[in-house]
């Protein structure tokens, strides 16, 4: 979920990485970019999972 929550942020707002690290912890820039990398690798991977995060994505810029 964090993983998620990180790659919503990156996706959804102009924030730097390491602003975004910053909410959710203090942490790194690297673990934010690494959130990103694996929640998109995991959407390419998985239909069902992509399918989910498109829907988050879709009601969080209503």
């Not at 979920?1 to 690297?30: C, W």
């Not at 934010?32 to 498109?54: I, N, P, R, S």
């Given at each position: 979920?964090?993983?998620?929550?990180?790659?919503?942020?990156k996706q959804l707002t102009?924030?730097?990485?390491p602003e975004i690290g910053r909410k959710f912890g203090n942490r790194?820039?690297?673990?934010v970019m690494h959130a990103v990398a694996?929640?998109?690798?995991?959407?390419?991977?998985?239909?069902?999972?992509a399918q989910d995060v498109d829907l988050l994505k879709r009601i969080l810029t209503v």
């Amino acid at each position: 979920p964090r993983q998620v929550a990180m790659y919503l942020a990156k996706q959804l707002t102009s924030r730097s990485l390491p602003e975004i690290g910053r909410k959710f912890g203090n942490r790194d820039h690297t673990t934010v970019m690494h959130a990103v990398a694996k929640v998109t690798e995991l959407m390419a991977a998985d239909t069902d999972f992509a399918q989910d995060v498109d829907l988050l994505k879709r009601i969080l810029t209503v």
